[in-house]
């Protein structure tokens, strides 16, 4: 099992926990051990990694529009996987302010 470092606290983070961010057409990607911390990460201006973190025939636009606005996503979307053990959970948004907004509301749990 491989590991990557949080983005924003560089703590080490295995294949099967934290949250994987990835901006598609820049083939640029950022990982987190919480999900608070993409909230952090982006207020800072934080640095993205190099590289494609979907393998080409993955879509990379989870359910075709924004989890937090719901418009239709276009050049600039980001992905957001979380993993859980052996579970992928996707979610796509229009940007990262859109992603950052949704991860502080509470994600997927958020209330409202």
Do not use: K, N
């Not at 934290?18 to 952090?40: D, I, K, N, W």
């Not at 418009?71 to 229009?94: E, K, M, Q, S």
């Amino acid at each position: 099992m491989s590991e990557v470092a949080c983005s924003a606290c560089q703590v080490a983070i295995t294949d099967d926990r934290g949250s994987r961010l990835t901006e598609p057409e820049a083939e640029r990607h950022a990982a987190f051990c919480r999900l608070e911390h993409l909230v952090a990460w982006a207020q800072s201006d934080g640095a993205w990694r190099s590289g494609a973190l979907l393998e080409d025939d993955e879509p990379g636009d989870g359910l075709g529009c924004c989890a937090q606005c719901g418009d239709g996503l276009g050049y600039g979307r980001v992905l957001l996987v979380r993993h859980r053990g052996p579970l992928r959970i996707g979610d796509a948004f229009c940007g990262i302010q859109h992603a950052a907004a949704w991860a502080q509301a509470g994600g997927r749990w958020r209330v409202g």
